[in-house]
T-cell receptor, first 114, second 112 residues
Framework: KQEVTQIPAALSVPEGENLVLNCSFTDSAIYNLQWFRQDPGKGLTSLLL?????REQTSGRLNASLDKSSGRSTLYIAASQPGDSATYLCAVLSSSGSARQLTFGSGTQLTVLP | DGGITQSPKYLFRKEGQNVTLSCEQNLNHDAMYWYRQDPGQGLRLIYYSQIVNDFQKGDIAEGYSVSREKKESFPLTVTSAQKNPTAFYLC???????????FGDGTRLSIL
């Protein structure tokens, strides 16, 4: 059964710093890996989706990488801002088995201090 | 604007009562999903539906029921059999394997 782990569980950085969030998964048979942002009391907003054949995706100050063979992904946030404060969740869509469902990590809670 | 609407935002359940959470989407997506989120945890899949009039159990379906009579609607009923229903419930929709899921703003369910 797929398991997704995110480290660290919480991170606090001063404004302007570059930072990296980590995600690991146990089964490399995946269609894609997705990074989401969740603000308190809200739903999830999709940030980046990396297909299994891709190595990275970029959107603005965000860059996500995928190493499928080692079961790892990183989300790089450049020049962090207080508005980046949120919980970041990664999820993988497994290709093994008949169910096409996302498996989520428990998230990294990011605080960017002004 | 296209999106997913969940209602109500807050819901309280009495002992032995069934409650129904609403989820409506106008994105014309075929697939819809219900997730449960507990504090400090990731999302766990309750039920999903790939097409109208069809749905499948997820990892934690016990104590829940769903219907999918219309493409745009996927209501979730939390039955009295669910002994620990207090959680944040999120509905999502999607179209295709390599398209991201879109989420509603959630319903927070508590016990009276």
């Amino acid at each position: 059964k797929q398991e997704v782990t995110q480290i660290p569980a919480a991170l606090s950085v001063p404004e302007g710093e570059n930072l990296v969030l980590n995600c690991s998964f146990t089964d490399s048979a995946i269609y894609n890996l997705q990074w989401f942002r969740q603000d308190p009391g809200k739903g999830l907003t999709s940030l980046l989706l990396i297909q299994s054949s891709q190595r990275e995706q970029t959107s603005g100050r965000l860059n996500a990488s995928l190493d499928k063979s080692s079961g790892r992904s990183t989300l790089y946030i450049a020049a962090s801002q207080p508005g980046d404060s949120a919980t970041y969740l990664c999820a993988v869509l497994s290709s093994s088995g008949s169910a096409r469902q996302l498996t989520f990590g428990s998230g990294t809670q990011l605080t960017v201090l002004p | 604007d296209g999106g997913i609407t969940q209602s109500p935002k807050y819901l309280f359940r009495k002992e032995g009562q069934n409650v129904t959470l609403s989820c409506e989407q106008n994105l014309n997506h075929d697939a819809m999903y219900w997730y449960r989120q507990d504090p400090g945890q990731g999302l766990r899949l309750i039920y999903y539906s790939q097409i109208v009039n069809d749905f499948q159990k997820g990892d934690i379906a016990e104590g829940y029921s769903v219907s999918r009579e219309k493409k745009e609607s996927f209501p979730l009923t939390v039955t009295s059999a669910q002994k620990n229903p207090t959680a944040f419930y999120l509905c999502a929709s999607g179209q295709g394997i390599n398209q991201p899921q879109h989420f509603g703003d959630g319903t927070r369910l508590s016990i009276l």
